[in-house]
């Protein structure tokens, strides 16, 4: 697939989630979104680490494969980890490993002129990431509010556009900077916590399905309390071992 096509055609806002695993992959597929991705968030919500930044090569290869089982028509973008793209001939290598794990795409944090020349000139296909950039961040915050660094993000997705990414993530970044990027761009943006002038939304799958008690950053909505039901399931199958209802007859084989 050419890199304008992974998102020609898509109606209205793009719509883009995390996937990690087949059954969610293959669940998100046939619920038609736009793009998944194999997001590095994993080192979180899949690894239980603190962050991104222990996130390897190895994890994101095997995860991908595993998405592209399940997704057999939504475009897969990778998430290239720390560290994976240090050279632009690091880069190249380890991009080339997303595509072949199934992936359309890759995404890198930041504006990397160097990295995103070399791999657009191997024809793999790049999202870029501005914003908040995990895997570089001191700490978590709203990027964007200093005019001076309003004007640098601006300034970034201008250039990540001229390289020839297809679309950029905006994490955490005030709305008014996110509708004017978003104007001032012919690709693309896709938003988190960017507010609703993005040209398309991404939330990370666990976030949406509320899978985690104590965790509710502000830019996400949680359309489901999983959490909750997986335990009241959980609690459920485990008093019926102990007194004796499960399994019953119509569970056994006769």
């Known amino acids: 697939m050419k890199q304008e096509d992974i998102i020609k055609n898509k109606k209205g806002k793009i719509v883009m989630l995390t996937a990690y695993d ?9 619920a038609g979104i736009d793009l998944i991705l194999v997001g590095d968030s994993l080192g979180m919500v899949f690894q239980g680490k603190p962050d991104t930044k222990g996130v390897t090569m190895g994890d ?3 995860h991908t494969r595993a998405v592209a089982r399940g997704a057999k028509t939504t475009p897969i973008v990778g998430d290239m980890p720390i560290n994976s793209y240090k050279t632009p001939k690091i ?8 595509l072949q794990a199934g992936a359309l795409a890759v995404k890198l944090e930041g504006n990397q002129p160097k990295i995103i020349l070399t791999l657009r000139k191997a024809k793999i296909p790049v999202m870029g990431h501005l914003g908040l950039l995990p895997q570089t961040a001191e700490n978590y915050r709203v990027k964007g509010k200093i005019q001076e660094e309003a004007e640098k993000i601006l300034k970034d997705a201008k250039e990540l ?16 900077l996110a509708k004017k ?9 896709i938003g988190i916590g960017a507010g609703k002038y993005c040209d398309g939304q991404v939330l990370v799958i666990n976030d949406l399905l509320g899978m985690q008690e104590n965790f509710k950053p ?3 909505k949680r359309y489901l309390d999983l959490s909750s039901e997986i335990k009241g399931a959980v609690t459920k199958f485990k ?10 007859p119509e569970h056994s084989f006769h």
Not at 91 to 98: D, V
Request: glycine share 6%; charged share 25%; hydrophobic share 40%.
């Open 239 to 248: 008093e019926e071992v102990k007194t004796g209802i499960f399994p019953g």
């Open 181 to 189: 990027i978003s104007r001032a761009l012919k690709i693309p943006t």
């Open 161 to 176: 556009e001229n390289l020839g990414v297809f679309s950029i993530v905006l994490e955490c970044v005030p709305e008014n």
């Open 218 to 220: 502000k830019h996400t």
């Open 22 to 30: 087949y059954q969610m992959a293959k669940l998100l597929d046939e």
């Open 60 to 62: 994101m290869i095997y």
């Open 91 to 98: 880069a190249l290598q380890n991009a080339k490993k997303f």
